[in-house]
DNA sequence: GTGAAAGCGCTAACAA
DNA sequence: TTGTTAGCGCTTTCAC
């Protein structure tokens, strides 16, 4: 059997009382009350039972994380922002994944209802804004990543994607693309819808008419992208001047397609993507900067925030930051220089 | 305030034992009491706290999960190998990522000691064998990841390394290279040890003797692999026929400087990792595969039988399997087909 | 078949 | 300063 409390109460002849305010640092116990104790304490090996802990305080110490079925590096860097703030503030990260649409909503019923942790981080899902609404009723304070939520008082840490969009498009267009590509997320995810807005806007100011049939959908996937590029050259289409993809993703799905067919980028197209996973940095792909790991570590101390000092509606919004490598621009000469201006993460290996 | 076992109790009119039964699916419950207490649990919304329940249980339906500081998508791989099997079983999963090796045993004892698991699965740690085998003492079933314990029942998932480093070199050697340079992973790791060794008993099978100048220290980090070939060339070492890293991370670090210094791959040299992350298919990186999912699927199905089964002393041993790729041997014309010979795997986007 | 009651291991009034 | 005691919300004997 393991030791407990009364255990430590039958060997120093105190009482649970005086034995759990050691424990827990009260200063109404006399310092040889506690030395005496903590002996005891360290002879049996004793720790408390965070169960019953549990029980009686009604806290768990613990954030939950749900994740959406998609499998880009991008999560993995979220979650070990996450686990970063989470463990500097002694909490505990439960992680799920959910496997589609249906899993997500019981995941997150049954991670709220049995109050298996204190705050709730749910990650870029596609869950309409109402069914997160009633969530709220249950009480448990819950934190969007990548999603602010409009009318409510829910708390949230996204990205500032019109930025990004925004750069990468000029940057293009500055470039001399004028036929350009976008492929797009899946339509209703608040970055992808962003993302695309973005991109639009900043050719519209631009004077530089978007071609409706060079906007392909895609599902933030690689395969997605790849096929997204492919069923337009298998339909006969021409090769744009460029391809901006709303993720790394799709940008490499794009790229493996490029590549297959003879293509040399940039030179005969030039490519962008969004979210600078890893990946992306080995294939010198232009990309946006996001800070995944800020993102993560963000979103933990909102939700910690919220469970400690029950503060409410907090919302973040994190940078993004244009990241010019190979793929895109080099090819005017005077890029390299250039992509300095824009940022110093575009360490990468040329491709 | 929320519903307890005790609210329903009051609306039906039954004990809480009655209750408790027909939530449990106890036979002994007349079906009509199972109807009315069932509407009633509905309508109120009401759900069996977790927490009570594992005070009383001793369960908690928790899998922890502890993974060193490393960086390599590869562990998001067993993690979502973890996940699916874990929640397949009803189980749910508490990650932590270690930052350090003092962190890591405080995390791990942190989990131990408060019984916030059922069971813990260690990843890849640099953990002495008497340390973990000091930790079965708790009482907390183990499930080593990467490392069978030699003389002890504790249970374990790991890799046939031989045999895919044993193949990776064969195929080096099949392709005419003689003079191979080797990235060693961190001393005393399970795994980089055991690629090692394969790749030198493999070599001297083949009468060709292993340059010890060329069995070149890595940790398993890009910029490791990147400072293992740089350190070499800027010694004024020629570039060895082939480069075996014996992880996928360390010979993207080695392909960085090769294509910075306008060396080409396969021509100039040949490159092989280990492991099969998507980077590397990404890059079209010859690797060797290992099965990243169901590494941990299988360690999830170990821990959960540990615990309800009680069964001890499971070692279970994956296979791996070479993947050739761009980045080495289809300089020999005929490549491509043996490679479908190999493996179906070769998916890749060409270099 | 159902209920009363005793805990699981802890914390925190309240009393002394 | 320390002890007594009543729970936290559930499961499970043991009676009935």
């Known amino acids: 059997m393991h030791v407990t409390l009364k255990d430590v109460c039958k060997k120093t002849g105190f009482s649970t009382a005086t034995v759990s305010r050691v424990l827990n640092g009260s200063p109404l116990v006399t310092e040889d009350t506690k030395r005496r104790v903590l002996a005891v304490v360290e002879d049996l090996g004793y720790q408390p039972s965070h169960t019953a802990r549990m029980l009686k305080l009604k806290r768990t110490d613990m954030l939950a994380v749900v994740f959406p079925p998609l499998d880009v590096g991008f999560f993995t860097e979220v979650l070990r922002g996450i686990d970063a ?15 589609g649409p249906e899993d997500e909503r019981k995941l997150i019923n049954r991670v709220i209802r049995e109050r298996r942790a204190d705050a709730l981080i749910l990650m870029n899902l596609t869950l309409p804004e109402n069914y997160l609404r009633g969530l709220a009723r249950y009480g448990m304070p819950i934190t969007l990543i990548d999603r602010p939520m409009a009318r409510s008082k829910m708390a949230s840490v996204s990205l500032d994607n019109r930025t990004g969009a925004r750069a990468a498009t000029v940057h293009l267009l500055d ?14 995810t608040y970055d992808a819808d962003e993302r695309l807005a973005a991109f639009r806007e900043t050719m519209q100011e631009r004077n530089c008419p978007v071609d409706r049939q ?9 395969p997605s992208g790849r096929e997204a590029l492919a069923r337009w ?8 001047d460029a391809i901006f ?24 197209t030039a490519l962008v993507g969004f979210d600078d996973i890893e990946s992306a940095r080995y294939l010198g792909i232009t990309t946006v900067h996001v800070p995944m790991r800020e993102l993560g570590a ?12 029950h503060q ?31 940022s110093t993460r575009s360490r990468n290996i040329p491709t």
């Open 233 to 240: 050259l298998d339909g006969g289409g021409d090769l744009p």
């Open 298 to 309: 963000k979103s933990a101390q909102v939700a910690i925030q919220q469970v400690t000092r």
């Open 175 to 188: 470039h001399g693309h004028r036929n350009i590509a976008f492929i797009t997320g899946p339509k209703g």
């Open 245 to 268: 993809a709303a993720n790394d993703a799709m940008a490499i799905g794009a790229l493996g397609v490029l590549r297959e067919r003879g293509y040399d980028v940039p030179r005969d």
């Open 85 to 99: 703030a989470t463990s500097e503030h002694n909490y505990h990260m439960m992680t799920a994944f959910s496997h």
């Open 312 to 342: 409410t509606g907090i919302a973040h919004r994190l940078p993004t930051e244009l990241v010019v490598r190979a793929s895109c621009g080099t090819h005017t000469g005077n890029a390299a220089p250039r992509a300095q201006a824009v």
């Open 214 to 222: 060079l906007i392909w959908p895609g599902r933030f996937t690689e």
